[in-house]
């Protein structure tokens, strides 16, 4: 990450996401075609024109939350805006940025060249291609992003797309996020406000362990109900492909008018090389905390019941130059988590487990949803002597998949939180839904994949 920022006082801003606007048809009658801000003064919306106007000025971005995760977003047509983004995460910059847009009358104005009319009735032709319709229709506003056509002059500021022909474009659920956006009068590039290459954040709290002294704010609106990213979509191309999986199914996409044949392309290890990645999340190591992550992945028979006892031998024995535990170097603390089948330590040597421990990202004075997390400790006993080796911290997730793809960065943040030497993680079944996104999400932050 860069260093060379100036020191910033970062201020948490709370925000409910109550009674802040409204979708109106517009001219076309289009359900989503205008996002209209609630007139009623109200201290959030106070605050959200605050983080509008500084985003209108600023070239340094705000983090704000979305259904899926933070965005850290910026105004998409200033260059000087767009590039604070890549600062403040110390990004790769030829990772492409998503758009978010208010309405559909913000996207056609993006989709059309500089100085050129962007309503349907000036130009006698809609510049959304009509394959994105049906999913326009059924999957936004939500956690859908969607490649578009990049027009020439764009109004975009080149970072945004890293030097392709496409973006990225989607419509969130959120209504505090739509009626920022609408407020700054601006697409909003925004990835995940996280530092580079670490999880995900589903919390403000982890905005704030991430970028606490390189941004100014943070407005935030509680625990994001998703938890992973959004689908992103190519639908440019024949057929159509999955770049990167997230919010939406492939079985749900696969269900809409010309989606029926579309295809994975995607893989499960980030990509290298000088390629330019087609859409973000796909060429570098995302999501992965500070310590060493081993995913069992589902169809690992060997570790159906629990963690097997050589990876712990072997992770101590390869601590490079450091006295195992039981002989009495450093304490080895030992992360497990947990989702269908394994049991509390996961079939880990351990003592009695401390009391249940119910750690909640955030308070309750929100609509959106709280993310909590069920942690119990215990000493860590070795796999042969039942010598004292450690600390074990147990965390149980959830069995069904989408509290599962909530609590997934939560977790991984909570046990680095707690000083995890390495985690153990059960993976879950890779079925094409939100599942698929979990796993993608979960091999790119591990450092070894049992299957």
């Known amino acids: 990450m860069s260093q060379d920022l100036p020191p910033m006082s970062t201020r948490v801003l709370r925000v409910s996401e109550r009674d802040l606007g409204i979708f109106r048809e517009d001219e076309n009658q289009e359900k989503l075609g205008l996002w209209e801000v609630s007139q009623n003064q109200s201290p959030s919306l106070t605050i959200l024109q605050e983080a509008a106007d500084y985003l209108k000025t600023k070239d340094t971005p705000v983090a704000f939350p979305t259904e899926t995760v933070y965005g850290l977003g910026a105004d998409a047509k200033r260059s000087g805006a767009v590039k ?8 790769p910059s030829d990772n492409p940025l998503i758009i978010h847009v208010s309405d559909l009358n913000m996207l056609r104005d993006v989709l059309a060249p500089e100085n050129a009319p962007n309503s349907t009735a000036d130009t006698g032709h809609d510049r959304i291609p009509d394959i994105y319709k049906p999913l326009i229709e059924r999957f936004w506003p939500g956690p859908l992003t969607m490649l578009f056509p990049n027009p020439t002059p764009s109004k975009l500021a080149p970072e945004v797309t890293a030097g392709l022909k496409t973006f990225g474009v989607r419509m969130p659920k959120s209504p505090l996020a739509l009626s920022l956006i609408k407020l700054t009068g601006a697409p909003l590039a925004a990835p995940s406000a996280n530092a580079s290459t ?14 606490n002294g390189r941004i100014e704010l943070i407005i935030d609106g509680g625990s994001c109900p998703v938890g992973v990213e959004s689908t992103v ?14 919010g939406v199914g492939i079985d749900e996409l696969r269900s809409c008018a010309g989606w029926e044949k579309v295809e994975k392309g995607y893989k499960d290890q980030s990509e290298t090389g000088k390629s330019m990645p087609r859409a973000p999340g796909m060429k570098y190591k995302h999501y992965s905390p500070k310590a ?16 097997q006892f050589e990876d712990i031998e072997a992770f101590i024995h390869n601590r490079q130059g450091q006295p195992t535990p039981a002989k009495g170097g450093e304490t080895l603390q030992v992360g497990v988590i947990r989702t269908r089948h394994w049991k509390p330590a996961a079939g880990l040597r351990c003592g009695e487990f401390k009391k249940r421990e119910t750690v909640k990202s955030e308070d309750s004075q929100t609509s959106q949803e709280t993310v909590e997390l069920d942690v119990r400790e215990a000493e860590l006993h070795d796999t042969t002597s039942g010598a004292p080796a450690g600390k074990l911290m147990d965390v149980s997730i959830g069995e069904d998949t989408r509290s599962i793809a909530q609590g997934l960065f939560s977790a991984l943040r909570e046990l680095d939180r707690r000083g995890a030497d390495i985690i153990f993680v059960e993976g879950t079944v890779d079925d ?5 996104a979990v796993m993608n999400r979960l091999r790119k932050a591990a450092s070894q994949i049992r299957s």
């Open 84 to 91: 604070g983004i890549y600062a403040a995460k110390g990004r």
């Open 198 to 211: 670490k999880p995900s954040p589903t919390t403000a709290e982890h905005v704030l362990e991430d970028l």
């Open 233 to 246: 979509v190519d639908g440019l191309c024949d057929p159509p492909v999955i770049l990167r999986p997230g």
């Open 292 to 307: 060493k992550v081993v995913l069992y992945e589902a169809n690992f028979t060997a570790g159906k019941n629990g963690v």
């Open 432 to 436: 094409q839904d939100i599942g698929a």
